[in-house]
């Protein structure tokens, strides 16, 4: 790992090297077996650049450099320094001084989830977890899609990280209660975790699809056509019948009536965090509150559907023996 500020290599800060070290091991534990050593080479080679004041960094595509900003006041952001021609990026970390702990998790999850190399269209291509993007020898992007998913998943996971739920910062809010309600309780073999944030995501997207009947939503909706976080009516829309969506597929994996309840009560801490989260969660107004609200009656009515289904294939598989 290197620190580097706008002057050049810089003295390593150990909380922060502690902090980031923290995350690697998380990320190694819910990660394929194939993303493992990766994982381990972009960690000694992650470059993590402390910004002045202005938060101002450089970055480089093809040897040139090109000048950026920190927008956030939360102080953080993962970005590459690219090489299209070799189809080769490093991945980097600019941080504001004193970063908060969670900012970091979450920009060290980006790094440790991402990839790159040249697709089957021969262009250069960038995927950092759930999203993707391709560029053209003029640097356009031509293809990009799942950034909102990718900030819900890194952003739930950066809690995860510390055993806690729900969003570091009120920003992603709405994204981090999909990412929780997607990822489930358990993060340990997770097969969406591993799937959509570290593969492309078609296994999953193939069986949410097959399973969902109730929620009326495909998860390809989800990565190309909205975006939560601009808050417009179609979106929460389509960002409800995916919080439904989420719910009605674990519920329905769930395998006997204890586990239904399981998921279930997971969920129902969940929603309940976000609606009693204020300005932490996002979900502060009335209208917001009683989306959360609608939410929470569709799973116990799911709940109550699963268990049932259950109790009737039982039935039906004792008369047969």
């Known amino acids: 790992m290197i620190f580097r500020n706008e002057f050049g290599i810089c003295e390593e800060k150990p909380g922060i090297v502690k902090i980031i070290e923290f995350t690697k091991i998380f990320a190694q534990t819910i990660a394929p077996d194939n993303m493992k050593e990766k994982i381990d080479a972009i960690y000694e080679n992650l470059t993590v650049v402390e910004c002045d004041d202005n938060g101002c960094f450089s970055s480089f595509v093809d040897g040139h450099s090109k000048y950026n900003r920190l927008?956030?006041?939360?102080?953080?952001?993962?970005?590459?320094?690219?090489?299209?021609?070799?189809?080769?990026?490093?991945?980097?970390?600019?941080?504001?001084?004193?970063?908060?702990?969670?900012?970091?998790?979450?920009?060290?999850?980006?790094?440790?989830?991402?990839?790159?190399?040249?697709?089957?269209?021969?262009?250069?291509?960038?995927?950092?977890?759930?999203?993707?993007?391709?560029?053209?020898?003029?640097?356009?992007?031509?293809?990009?899609?799942?950034?909102?998913?990718?900030?819900?998943?890194?952003?739930?996971?950066?809690?995860?990280?510390?055993?806690?739920?729900?969003?570091?910062?009120?920003?992603?809010?709405?994204?981090?209660?999909?990412?929780?309600?997607?990822i489930g309780e358990t993060v340990d073999n997770n097969s969406f975790i591993q799937d959509v944030y570290f593969n492309n995501g078609h296994k999953f997207a193939e069986d949410f699809d097959r399973t969902i009947t109730v929620s009326g939503v495909k998860f390809a909706e989800y990565l190309k056509d909205f975006r939560v976080v601009l808050g417009n009516a179609k979106d929460k829309e389509n960002a409800d019948k995916l919080l439904m969506g989420a719910i009605e597929y674990n519920l329905k994996k769930a395998k006997t009536s204890e586990d239904i309840d399981n998921v279930y009560n997971f969920q129902k801490r969940v929603i309940n965090f976000y609606k009693d989260g204020g300005e932490k969660t996002h979900f502060t107004k009335d209208e917001d509150i009683a989306r959360l609200e609608n939410i929470l009656e569709f799973a116990e009515k799911i709940q109550n559907q699963c268990k049932l289904n259950l109790m009737i294939q039982n039935t039906i598989s004792n008369q047969k023996d």
């Not at 993962?78 to 969670?102: G, W």
């Not at 920009?107 to 021969?122: D, I, Q, R």
């Not at 981090?176 to 309600?181: A, P, R």
């Open 71 to 182: 927008y956030s006041s939360y102080g953080c952001c993962f970005f590459d320094n690219v090489n299209t021609k070799e189809y080769t990026a490093t991945s980097s970390i600019a941080l504001r001084l004193y970063s908060d702990r969670h900012v970091i998790k979450h920009e060290a999850l980006h790094a440790f989830s991402s990839e790159y190399g040249k697709s089957k269209t021969g262009r250069f291509y960038d995927k950092c977890g759930a999203s993707y993007s391709e560029r053209d020898n003029k640097q356009n992007i031509i293809i990009e899609i799942g950034n909102d998913l990718n900030e819900a998943i890194t952003d739930a996971l950066a809690s995860r990280v510390d055993g806690s739920i729900g969003p570091g910062y009120g920003y992603y809010g709405a994204q981090v209660l999909i990412g929780d309600l997607l």
